[in-house]
């Protein structure tokens, strides 16, 4: 019926909205939205800030002693459900422009929502996992405001009454950056659906509208402005895309749009207690990227106020752009938007048990935060802890070698080294690799017990790694035991000194470093099969014998 009336539509609404058509081709709709100005020609004529980048790096100098940067972070997250928030259509990144739509998705009239548990579920997941304080009788809103990507002309919200709010997370600033503990508080986390998307055509003459992702789930996390600086707002970032991974409430993919942060920042003279003027930095693909345009726009504003000219920091939405390194004028803010929320009357209030609420807080996975203080009792370093619960299937994998009773540095030297610079050069993830834990626990206790050097076992490891298989079956068939008998390794020592008398006289003669070359000798006539501590014990006393 839909494709019937809405086949041929043509809307020509307000002057404050371009030209919209929607119309149907081989069974998919496709929007297009005709611009009367090009977005592109629309942000050229922005005024650009008169700030030199020449001096930029001199002026960063100056913020811990002059100046403090107040950042806060919104963070939104897509939900992992099978279906959208309100509706039965699945969603999935990358498929065919309106290729999954319906009535509801599309703002038809009389189509009413019916929310989708999963939505609540994962809410509260990440509410107790951020150490928030639950809202036990919520409800949804109506955000009115008026995008061609968003059909209704308003967005299912929540405004007054969040699901989740007064909550922080704890974070660990890894040792290059300084190191150290860090808490940043949680003001609220709230859910909400997703707009369409606009797909703007090279010429700037016109857009088109995808309303696949429309209605997707999102749980918006806002953030106290604790953060001082870039590395700190990235970790932060870094940090709430590890745990909703751990928690499976998201994937978690800035490269997809499932993990979108928008970073406001102001700075204020040491001392000063108002806060500055606000500038929100949208358009951050990663999480380096959000570190440099906070570094970026902190310079930016401490040069204008070192000039006398922090009127000209206006509360505005600036862009990030990648190619240039710099943050650009995307709209001003007269002031703050009135969006008319008020309550959503097609939906019902959210009301939650403490049974639900307890039978969700007993599911929850341990957290990386908990992880990391386990790994540390371990004896393990924080640059190792760091890397091992970064993710989830890493972690997984290394707790299940410690199960068959490998020493925990032993097991992540390995991980970080070998097996890391594998799945990095194949481009492989850890649950990918044909390695398993009982494997590499057998591989350390082989080199462990002398049954194996360290030299043949990383050959081993890199097949084990590639083809699968076991380690002893691979020891057996290349006959691969290390050779321990001190009368077979003599020989072999004999051997070697007795063709390189060269060598051996230049050694005795003072080039004390040609052991080495000995050594490598022995280990290539024994197939690197000699136990290395007896062949070097063996070589030297044959080296420093006079006879």
């Known amino acids: ?38 977005q592109a020609e629309t942000q050229q004529r922005q005024p650009q800030s008169k700030v030199s980048t020449s001096t930029q790096s001199k002026k960063l100098d100056k ?15 897509q939900l992992s459900t099978l279906t959208k928030a309100f509706c039965g259509c699945p969603y ?65 919200s929540q405004f007054d009454v969040p699901i989740a709010t007064a909550g922080f997370l704890d974070v660990d600033i890894p040792v290059e950056f300084g190191g150290g503990h860090k808490r940043f508080g949680i003001t609220r ?35 106290e402005p604790d953060m001082r600086n870039g590395i700190e707002a990235a970790e932060y970032a870094a940090e709430l895309q590890r745990l909703v991974r751990y928690l499976g409430v998201s994937n978690g993919n800035m490269q997809e749009g499932s ?14 207690s108002k806060f500055g003027t606000k500038v929100e930095i949208k358009n951050l693909n990663s999480f380096s990227s959000v570190g440099r345009a906070i570094d970026f726009e902190i310079s930016r504003q401490v040069q204008l106020h070192s000039q006398g000219q922090e009127d000209q920091i206006v509360q505005e939405t600036r862009l990030w752009e990648e190619g240039s390194q710099r943050t650009i004028t995307m709209r001003k803010k007269e002031g703050l938007a009135d969006y008319r929320y008020f309550p959503e009357p097609d939906l019902p209030a959210v ?39 970064n993710d989830k299937n890493i972690a997984e994998f290394f707790e299940a070698t410690l199960a068959k009773g490998a020493d925990p540095k032993l097991v992540a030297n390995w991980i970080m080294s070998d097996i890391a610079a594998f799945m990095k050069n194949e481009k492989l993830t850890i649950n990918e690799i044909k390695l398993t834990p009982e494997e590499l626990s057998e ?10 050097s360290g030299k043949i076992g990383k050959e081993i490891l890199f097949e084990l790694l590639a083809k699968g298989g076991t380690v002893k079956e691979i020891i057996e068939k290349k006959d691969l035991v290390q050779i321990v008998d001190p009368v077979e390794i003599e020989t072999m020592v004999d051997k070697v000194i007795a063709e390189n008398p060269k060598q051996l006289e230049q050694y005795r003669g ?34 420093n014998s006079k006879s």
Do not use: W
């Open 443 to 452: 591989l350390i206790a082989s080199i462990k017990g002398g049954t194996i």
């Open 92 to 156: 999935s990144y990358g498929s065919p422009p309106n290729s999954s739509i319906c009535p509801i998705c599309m703002g038809l009239p009389g189509a009413l929502p019916v929310l989708n548990s999963k939505v609540i579920e994962f809410a509260v997941k990440l509410g107790l996992a951020l150490n928030c304080n639950l809202a036990f009788n919520s409800k949804f809103d109506r955000k009115q405001y008026f995008y061609p990507d968003l059909p209704k002309g308003y967005q299912i």
């Open 259 to 272: 993990l979108r942060c928008d970073v406001n920042v102001s700075i204020r003279p040491i001392g000063q």
């Open 189 to 223: 986390v709230h859910m909400e659906e997703d707009a369409g998307k606009l797909l703007h055509a090279e010429n700037g003459n016109y857009s088109q509208v995808d309303l696949n992702r429309a209605g997707v789930p999102l749980l918006e996390i806002v953030s």
């Open 351 to 389: 009301i939650l048990s403490q049974e639900y609420v307890d039978g969700i807080k007993n599911s929850l996975p341990e957290l990386p935060e908990i992880k990391r203080r386990r790994y540390e009792q371990m004896g393990l370093s924080m640059q190792d802890v760091l890397f091992l619960a």
């Open 63 to 77: 913020i811990p002693k002059d100046y403090e940067a107040i950042i806060g972070i919104e963070t939104h997250v």
């Open 510 to 543: 003072g080039k004390t470093k040609l052991q080495g070359f000995f050594a490598g000798q022995v280990m290539k006539l024994s197939k690197g099969k000699a136990n290395p501590g007896l062949l070097n014990k063996i070589l030297l006393e044959k080296l």
């Open 1 to 38: 019926m839909a494709s019937t009336i809405f086949r041929s539509l043509q809307v020509q609404p307000f002057l404050l909205y371009p030209t919209t058509l929607l119309r149907r081709r081989n069974g998919v709709f496709q929007f297009t939205t005709k611009a009367t100005q090009s």
